[in-house]
């Protein structure tokens, strides 16, 4: 066949990849959406939990949809407030009673000391989130002119519910901008040039988008309700990092291929079947550990299993079809001013040859150094505090969250979000009386009734969220739960509470940080078993993929320390949300090995040419640059979710970039190596390393020590490869 006749046959098919990447794209954006289902919970938890049992035994009672706003009122200066202002605030609550259920609000209340006085004004919830936060905005507006030295604000269930609405405006698109231009910045450093950033760049950037799109579809056909901003966020940012590192893994050993190849579509063959092998290793673990969230308790990480999970599989097509093609189109001039050419040097590598060579002298040592870094960073971690009150959630305090604490100044701090027992009618009064003895409540009084189902509303002297508040809904169910007859009836077939179930707001909460650590104890060790399994099969052996997997987990511990002290030292967090543990960990241990299998497969790879000590050194050299990147990289887009208003997602972002780093540039870089080096061949046990097939390019072409003291002395080459 001619070398014309090849050429023409390798472009035929790269415009065919193209186009049929198109017709892909084109087919999966026609796809029809589906209703989104209700959320089962306003937790998102199962009817196997109190707090959802109560949501679902509040449909029975009259006032089922209607839920509080709260006005609270004070003096700007914090004095106490004046008749004159009394008066005024009890005119004020007469022109509200256009937003409350039933056209009446109550008359106000003032706090023991005088200085707040609270309005409820019972809002419709029954058209959803968005209708609730056109109405608390249209409140807001309603409390303007009062007289001066008087502040109004709305806080209540409904306010935090249009205030989170609020935040979240526009943030897919920030997150969009801000993503694309750190990866668009990562990447022209990198390859210092005008135009090779721009083919991974746009192959990425519709790679997310076809992501989002598919997910729409996806989540809400398998009965999972679609929580926008927070899932659609983290998978945003996790594929635009994944399908790049991928890119910048092939972008390299076609390089390195095209320094062998005069024919680029030949470089690319052999560039995929290099590369195809890591990179659908790397992928399928990621997607295994992102499905073990299928078995939480919490429908949102079920939601952005798979979501994330899809992301995952998009990212490894466009890598080993989409971006391949792009890129044999355009030819060699791509790379422009740095051009592979035949026989030309090899311009990566210098220093991180040296730096093997420095950890190949002495290998026990540089382990002990390394391993005793990880375990000083995890340290920060042993006065770690977790769980956030609902006022702490935000990185902005919104009007609801300072409306909350003004009135937990003057009031009860529970009085924003009563606590909702339910029980039969005949139990009430006893209810009433068991709750009103139980430390931590400040008040219980009888509420709506049904004919089968009576609530009775609690208040507790804690601020929602807290350790004082779970305290006493523990307490408070044990007493309630103790009440004779008082168990209402069952819900969706799940069989009965012992007596009355306690949930609404702070209850919720408290079930969640339960749920949280339910799928901690689950969870982790299956992503871990998963983890493990996927390198024994690539690998074919024990020692490493068990020295690996214990090298991430060193890795998420002391990542999780320095996080701490960071938060704590620094940001000034109060405590890690309860859902930060469980996300970080099943990130970091399904993206952190994920280097580690590109050097590793790589040392293996060199290794059936000249054994495992100089296998390592080969791909530690060649790698070196483009996994540095690639962390680099994928460190800072995880970075870029603190641009968000919730402090659970700059958590995530803040554990998992340090964790990446250090996986980057300490455990791939030191410390698994000097692990190899001080095993030798039994680090492949007890599986063993084959000589390289007759006529492999690793024979002849792997760059060896002298090729990469060459290319140092050669010129000029990219930051990536320097670095």
Known sequence: ???????????????????????????????????????VSSTGLSVQWQSTQVERLQDELPSRDVQPAIVVVSRADGAPLTEPDRAAITARAGELGRFAVGGRVSPPQTSPDGTVALLAVPMSTADGQTAVADAVADLRRALDG????????VTGAPAFTADLTQVFEGADVTLLAVTAGVVALLLLVTYRSPFLWIVPLVVVGATEQLTLRAVDTIVPALGIHLQEGAVTGIASVLVFGAATDYALLLIARYREELRREADRFAAM??????????????????????????????????????????????AMLSALFVLPAALVLFGRGLFWPFVPRVGGPAREGRLWGRLGTAVVRRPLPVAALATLLLAGLALGGLGIRTGLSETEQFRVKPEAVAGAETLARAFPAGTTQPVAVLTTPAAAPAVVAAATAVPGVASARPGDAGTAVAQVDVVLEAEPG????????????????????SAPPAVDGVERFDGAVVGGTVAATYDSKEADGRDLRLILPIILLLVAAVLVLLLRGLVAPALLVLTVVASFFASLGAAWLLFDLVLGFPALDSGVLLLAFVFLVALGVDYNIFLVTRAREDARRTGTRDGMLSALRVTGGVITSAGVLLAAV?????????????????????????????VRTVLVPALVFLLGDRFWWPGRIPPAPTGDATDTDTPDADDAGRAGRDGAEPAAARS
């Open 1 to 39: 066949m001619s070398v014309f006749t090849r050429v023409a046959r390798g472009r035929l098919a790269a415009w065919l990849t193209v186009a049929a990447a198109i017709v892909l794209s084109a087919v999966v954006f026609g796809l029809p959406k589906p209703d989104n289902p209700a959320s």
């Open 269 to 314: 063959r052999a560039a995929l079947r290099r590369t195809a092998e890591p990179i659908l290793a790397s992928g399928g673990t990621v997607v295994l550990g992102v499905l073990t969230l299928l078995l939480s308790e919490q429908e949102n990480n079920r939601a952005l299993a798979v979501a994330c999970a899809t992301g995952i599989v998009f």
């Open 146 to 153: 009062l007289p001066t030295g008087l502040t109004a604000q």
């Open 466 to 485: 807290s350790a004082d508040s779970d305290r006493a809904i523990e307490a408070l169910r044990a007493a309630v739960a103790a009440v004779p007859g």
């Open 638 to 666: 995880f970075a870029v979710l603190g641009v968000l208003p919730l402090i659970l997602l700059t958590q995530i972002g803040v554990i998992v970039c340090i964790g990446v780093l250090l996986d980057t540039l300490l």
